[in-house]
């Protein structure tokens, strides 16, 4: 079983930064791919940065220039460098893998979400 621990969520004021990080842990073989999602009040899940095994990096075009994703491939750890936060950054923000394990192969995890707050 494979499992992602998020951290790094909290308040901030507009403007300010904050870095969330995602360790994977569990029987894996290989991280195809990480990265993170959030999902405002009242709005679909979207994608915020993906980071391939391979280095290939997309990010949303709400975040370009303000968040930089990251990968300690070591740790199997994710980060998210959130910089010149907005109002409307405010978001449960979940962190996502693709994973090669064992028995079952290929899987998508998520982890449980973590609540990043940008107040005006």
């Known amino acids: 079983q494979v499992q992602l621990e998020e951290s790094g969520g909290g308040l901030v004021q507009a403007g300010g930064s904050l870095r969330l990080s995602c360790a994977a842990s569990?029987?894996?073989?290989?991280?195809?791919?990480m990265g993170w999602y959030r999902q405002a009040p009242g709005k679909q899940r979207e994608m915020v940065a993906l980071?391939?095994?391979?280095?290939?990096?997309n990010y949303a075009d709400s975040v370009k220039g303000r968040f930089t994703i990251s990968g300690d491939n070591a740790k199997n750890t994710v980060y998210l460098q959130m910089n010149s936060l907005k109002p409307e950054d405010t978001a449960v923000y979940y962190c996502?893998?693709?994973?090669?394990?064992?028995?079952?192969?290929?899987?998508?995890?998520w982890g449980q979400g973590i609540l990043v707050t940008v107040s005006s």
């Open positions: 569990g029987t894996i073989f290989s991280i195809i791919a």
């Open positions: 980071i391939t095994d391979n280095g290939s990096i």
């Open positions: 996502n893998a693709d994973v090669l394990t064992a028995p079952v192969g290929y899987l998508e995890v």
